[in-house]
């Protein structure tokens, strides 16, 4: 059917970056957008932003372009999401979904605390 | 960008009687292959969303057929002809053809 699984937990400083990873199996990875959906606590899904695992373009939500970076390793079908410059409202639990494809990760639980 | 509205932003239902969901897009999302990629999710509390329905009105493996979704072009609807105390949580409309995927959710609660 497909999977994916997020990487751990992660707490971090005010300023600092935090970069989730996303492994995909049982399905081919080059064939479905990989998207980067974020919650707060409490709150909705917000949509990040995209990458096309084939060609590695991507497509930012603006409220996240120029703190975010998605990438990808094809040899290991993994997906990245770096984000930068840390404040406490990016406190949330960040989600990779290939949503076409019908499969989202478990979530990683990203606290950013002084 | 697409903008993708659901109504009511809140739904409380007593079990056993039914509800209804509506999504409505900006634009259309007929995709050029012939079909339109319309999703629906349930996000219960402390989970990731899981799918209900998908291509409008295909349920996934496992979902009670008290679930339904129909529509076309720009206008669905989520059906739940009977709910029960476990159909509570947040639910989202969400389609692959354009960006952003989604807008915001229903949030379904018992009375």
């Known amino acids: 059917q497909g999977q994916l699984v997020q990487s751990g937990a992660e707490v971090k400083k005010p300023g600092a970056s935090v970069k989730v990873s996303c492994k995909a199996s049982?399905?081919?990875?080059?064939?479905?957008?990989m998207h980067w959906v974020r919650q707060a606590p409490g709150q909705g899904l917000e949509w990040m932003g995209r990458?096309?695992?084939?060609?590695?373009?991507?497509n930012y939500a603006q409220k996240f372009q120029g703190r975010v970076t998605m990438t990808r390793d094809t040899s290991i079908s993994t997906a990245y999401m770096e984000l930068t410059r840390l404040r406490s409202d990016d406190t949330a639990v960040y989600y990779c979904?290939?949503?076409?494809?019908?499969?989202w990760g478990q979530g990683t639980t990203v606290t950013v605390s002084s | 960008d697409i903008v993708m509205t659901q109504t009511p932003l809140s739904l409380s239902v007593t079990p056993g009687q039914p509800a209804s969901i509506s999504c409505k897009s900006s634009?259309?999302?007929?995709?050029?292959?012939?079909?339109?990629?319309l999703y629906w999710y349930l996000q219960k509390p402390g989970q990731s969303p899981q799918l209900l329905i998908y291509?409008?009105?295909i349920r996934f493996s496992g979902v009670p057929d008290r679930f339904s979704g129909s529509g076309s072009g720009t206008d669905f609807t989520l059906k739940i002809s009977r709910v029960e105390a476990e159909d509570v949580g947040v639910y989202y409309c969400?389609?692959?053809?354009?960006?952003?995927?989604f807008g915001g959710g229903t949030k379904v609660e018992i009375k």
């Open positions: 634009q259309s999302l007929l995709h050029s292959d012939g079909k339109t990629y």
């Open positions: 969400m389609q692959s053809t354009q960006l952003p995927p």
């Open positions: 979904a290939a949503i076409s494809r019908k499969t």
């Open positions: 291509e409008v009105s």
């Open positions: 049982g399905y081919t990875f080059t064939d479905y957008y």
């Open positions: 990458i096309n695992p084939n060609s590695g373009g991507t």
